[in-house]
């Protein structure tokens, strides 16, 4: 909310950002194991 105060960041602004955070940077990370994924099931 603070975000749009003062009209400095529209909606349309935020939800574009959102949306390319969310396709670039989290969906990749999404798809690969976590650390802790990792030294589970392919640590020996």
Not at 33 to 39: G, I, K, L, Q, V
């Amino acid at each position: 909310d603070f975000l749009l105060q003062g009209d400095v960041f529209s909606d349309d602004l935020l939800d574009a950002w959102i949306d390319y955070k969310r396709t670039e940077e989290v969906d990749a990370l999404r798809l690969r194991p976590h650390p802790y994924e990792f030294a589970l099931y392919y640590d020996v």
